[in-house]
């Protein structure tokens, strides 16, 4: 099976269910800013240091897939059936956010990312993250997205700046 099919070519993308959108619609920046957040999140499970974060980065690379995948569906496509995130992902996310937040000392000024690679990442991956909020929250204005997938990318930002608070802290110990 080739890769590419030249269907693209044409400056246009499917979505499921056959109905094609010009690439520069906010449905496709959406669910492409979603994969461009899954991408970063892998680069983020691949450092040693986020070893006892993997599985939960794993997870979330899942939730974010069903996600841009929501997306993508053609609401127009009576045939098809719409796949959200799991119900309690935000609930979970919100559980490692208290779990790591214990784990640190209360913030008092405001936080210049940097001081390492892996930290500058995450940070990074948060910018992304917020991005991604950002156009499918401008996609929902006309194009109604499932409420779960705008709060899962809430909240998935601020749990990605605790991630690198404690890894900046961990890595400092």
Request: with cysteine; charged share 25%.
């Amino acid at each position: 099976m080739k890769i590419y099919t030249r269907t693209g070519d044409d400056g246009f993308a499917s979505l499921r269910g056959g109905r094609r959108l010009p690439k520069h619609h906010p449905r496709i920046e959406a669910y492409g800013s979603i994969d461009e957040l899954i991408c970063w999140i892998g680069l983020l499970r691949s450092y040693r240091e986020t070893g006892k974060h993997a599985e939960f980065l794993l997870y979330i690379q899942n939730q974010l897939m069903i996600s841009a995948s929501a997306l993508a569906y053609d609401s127009q496509n009576p045939s098809g059936k719409m796949i959200i995130p799991e119900e309690g992902c935000v609930e979970k996310i919100e559980k490692e956010i208290d779990k790591l937040s214990e784990l640190l000392p209360p913030l008092k000024n405001f936080v210049i990312p940097g001081g390492n690679v892996i930290v500058s990442n995450c940070h990074i991956t948060r910018c992304v993250c917020r991005r991604a909020e950002r156009n499918v929250v401008k996609l929902n204005e006309n194009d109604k997205v499932p409420d779960i997938i705008i709060k899962l990318l809430n909240r998935l930002s601020d749990y990605l700046f605790v991630l690198a608070q404690f890894l900046n802290k961990e890595l400092e110990d």
